[in-house]
């Protein structure tokens, strides 16, 4: 089969071995789309390897058909349309994985639109009422708000009532998270965030991918009980915590990932979203937001718009028809 190799910092769309598989709990797909998430550059970088015995090639999602079903697989069955979300091994015309992490497309989807819902629905879904624990009145501070997970997260918060802030880069993307639901926001380079997010009335709930550079903000306008959810690290790995604000507003720090959790962790996960998620999604209240797409042959250059801080929403690989 063929599949991505990132050698010598260039990825390459090339030749390598076959798949073995599947196990008794796993399932075959050939690959229709892949979509791209930052940790795939951090990968490129050997900043985020994948977990043990999980592929080395890039790709943390995809959408695709099923073409073989190990012996113990129920509830999927061969020339099905699905997603799922992987370890690793998109960007390949092929992958293999354990059924808990594979979904039925929501009703009247393409495998287009479904390659942009694993990865970003459920780190939103994840980080906001699982490690979040989101509950009646909070308010919620997304950062990175026009990225895949930001403009997931955004429309969860709007569909479930939650009022919530982002941060952003420019003005289209907070005019653009704006349309999706946020009910205010802020440009980053206009300076911190902390005052406006404070007259807004401070954030029960942190979302945060940046980390370090922002941990000292976000303490400031994180209220009483606020939970605090780090998912990474783009702004640095190491800060100084401030312990006397933590302890006298009864702060939690969370750190959180979803790649490493095993395949009942993410089950789970996916299963929340098929019962509260893929329904809104076959309703039309949500909707995944598809930036721009490539062939697969092409992916240094969708690499290069992520890089760039492009894209508003998600960008996808074309890999093949299925």
């Given at each position: 089969?063929r599949?991505?190799?990132?050698d010598?910092?260039r990825l390459?769309?090339?030749?390598?071995?076959?798949?073995p598989?599947p196990g008794?709990?796993e399932?075959?797909l050939k690959?229709?789309?892949?979509?791209?998430n930052?940790?795939?550059?951090?990968?490129?970088?050997?900043?985020?390897?994948?977990?043990p015995?999980?592929?080395?090639?890039?790709?943390?999602?995809?959408?695709?058909?099923?073409?073989e079903?190990g012996?113990?697989?129920?509830g999927?069955?061969?020339?099905?349309?699905?997603?799922?979300?992987?370890?690793?091994?998109?960007?390949?015309?092929?992958v293999?994985?354990d059924?808990?992490q594979?979904l039925?497309?929501?009703?009247?989807?393409?495998?287009?639109?479904?390659a942009?819902?694993?990865?970003?629905f459920?780190t939103a879904?994840?980080?906001?009422?699982?490690?979040?624990a989101?509950?009646?009145g909070?308010?919620?501070?997304?950062?990175?708000g026009a990225?895949?997970v930001?403009?997931?997260?955004?429309?969860?918060?709007r569909?479930?009532?939650?009022?919530c802030?982002?941060?952003v880069g420019?003005?289209?993307?907070?005019?653009a998270?704006?349309?999706?639901?946020?009910?205010a926001g802020w440009?980053?380079?206009?300076?911190s965030f902390v005052?406006?997010?404070q007259?807004w009335?401070?954030?029960d709930?942190?979302?945060?991918?940046?980390?370090?550079?922002?941990?000292?903000?976000?303490?400031?306008v994180l209220?009483?009980d606020?939970?605090?959810v780090?998912?990474?690290?783009?702004?640095?790995?190491q800060?100084?915590?401030?312990?006397?604000r933590?302890l006298?507003k009864?702060q939690?720090?969370?750190?959180?990932?979803?790649?490493a959790r095993?395949?009942?962790?993410?089950?789970r996960?996916?299963a929340?979203?098929?019962?509260?998620v893929w329904?809104?999604?076959?309703?039309g209240e949500l909707?995944p937001?598809?930036?721009?797409?490539?062939?697969?042959?092409?992916?240094?250059?969708?690499?290069d718009?992520v890089?760039a801080d492009?894209n508003?929403g998600?960008v996808l690989?074309e890999?093949?028809?299925?």
């Amino acid at each position: 089969m063929r599949a991505i190799r990132h050698d010598d910092g260039r990825l390459v769309w090339d030749e390598t071995p076959a798949i073995p598989g599947p196990g008794a709990h796993e399932v075959r797909l050939k690959v229709a789309w892949a979509g791209i998430n930052r940790a795939d550059l951090m990968q490129r970088a050997g900043h985020y390897p994948p977990p043990p015995g999980a592929s080395t090639v890039l790709g943390l999602e995809v959408s695709g058909t099923i073409t073989e079903l190990g012996d113990d697989v129920r509830g999927l069955s061969v020339g099905q349309p699905v997603c799922a979300l992987l370890a690793g091994g998109g960007y390949a015309e092929e992958v293999v994985v354990d059924a808990h992490q594979v979904l039925p497309l929501p009703e009247d989807f393409s495998l287009r639109e479904a390659a942009a819902l694993p990865e970003v629905f459920a780190t939103a879904w994840l980080n906001l009422f699982m490690e979040g624990a989101l509950g009646a009145g909070d308010r919620v501070l997304l950062h990175a708000g026009a990225s895949g997970v930001g403009t997931a997260a955004i429309q969860l918060c709007r569909a479930f009532g939650y009022p919530c802030f982002v941060t952003v880069g420019s003005e289209a993307k907070l005019a653009a998270c704006r349309e999706l639901g946020a009910d205010a926001g802020w440009n980053r380079h206009e300076g911190s965030f902390v005052d406006a997010v404070q007259r807004w009335g401070g954030a029960d709930m942190i979302l945060d991918p940046v980390g370090a550079s922002y941990l000292a903000d976000n303490q400031r306008v994180l209220n009483e009980d606020g939970r605090l959810v780090v998912i990474g690290m783009m702004g640095g790995r190491q800060a100084e915590l401030d312990m006397g604000r933590m302890l006298m507003k009864r702060q939690r720090l969370i750190g959180s990932t979803l790649r490493a959790r095993p395949p009942e962790a993410k089950g789970r996960i996916l299963a929340a979203l098929a019962e509260h998620v893929w329904p809104r999604l076959a309703a039309g209240e949500l909707r995944p937001l598809v930036d721009r797409t490539w062939p697969i042959e092409e992916a240094e250059a969708a690499h290069d718009h992520v890089r760039a801080d492009a894209n508003t929403g998600k960008v996808l690989l074309e890999v093949g028809s299925a």
